[in-house]
């Protein structure tokens, strides 16, 4: 499986950004996709995830509230909705999909795309 991230940019903090996550090469509705997102010198960090089964979501507490992740299966394609942004969301944010259960834990994942940069200006 191959993904793909797009849709990051520069925003003034309190606006909005979609991601998207495009996903090539396998049956996407067998994966879950989360959001992972890494802050200059900072580790990697759980943002979201939405389930394969159900399309259950999954939120860190930093984000709840503010971002919504959604998939259109038909598409291939899952979205990351940013609403809210503020600086310490600036990061580049990375897509991946997995094939288990453990959503936030991103050792569990299989597949991940490149990372799109994400600056939020105050």
């Known amino acids: 499986v191959q993904l793909q991230a797009s849709g990051g940019g520069l925003v003034q903090a309190g606006g909005s950004l979609r991601l998207s996550c495009v996903a090539s090469?396998?049956?996407?509705?067998?994966?879950?996709v989360g959001w992972f997102r890494q802050a200059p010198g900072k580790e990697r960090e759980f943002v979201s995830a939405i389930a394969r089964s159900d399309s259950s979501t999954y939120y860190a507490d930093s984000v709840k509230g503010r971002f919504a992740i959604s998939r259109d299966n038909a598409k291939n394609t899952v979205y990351l909705q940013m609403n809210s942004l503020k600086s310490e969301d600036t990061a580049v944010y990375y897509c991946a999909a997995s094939g288990s259960y453990f959503y936030r834990m991103s050792s569990r994942y299989d597949y991940w795309g490149q990372g799109t940069l994400v600056t939020v200006s105050s």
């Open positions: 090469g396998g049956i996407f509705s067998n994966y879950a």
